[in-house]
């Protein structure tokens, strides 16, 4: 038997709260679509983390219900934010965390990224 389990858009969020100006952020970059700041507990050298402007729970929420400039500029903003930091040509780790199981944490859409030494294996075996 499959439960379903939908979360709704919590405007409270500190990434809601971020994109407010209510909180703080180191910010790496921002454009129309995207907000990208280092993570306040990073788990690799560089640790970044991007969100899109809009307010999307998930990667779900976001590819089905998000514009075709959001999703455009979203995906460039991420491609961006890798130039920027310089690890597109040692390589990163592009990861996008959704629902409970997934481990996300933030009810709103983002990707992390990580680099700045080997990560191995992408799960614990």
Do not use: W
Not at 68 to 90: C, K, N, S
Not at 98 to 122: D, S, T, Y
């Amino acid at each position: 038997m499959t439960t379903k389990e939908t979360v709704a858009y919590d405007p409270q969020n500190v990434f809601a709260r971020i994109l407010r100006g209510e909180l703080p952020c180191n910010k790496v970059y921002e454009n129309e679509y995207v907000l990208a700041f280092h993570d306040i507990a990073p788990k690799a050298p560089i640790h970044v983390l991007v969100i899109p402007k809009g307010a999307y729970v998930s990667f779900a929420d976001f590819s089905k219900n998000a514009s075709d400039a959001e999703i455009t500029g979203f995906t460039r903003g991420v491609g961006q934010v890798a130039r920027i930091l310089q690890v597109d040509g040692p390589g990163y780790r592009l990861l996008s965390n959704v629902g409970k199981e997934g481990g996300q944490e933030v009810p709103h859409f983002h990707v992390h990224i990580f680099a700045g030494r080997a990560l191995g294996a992408m799960l614990p075996e």
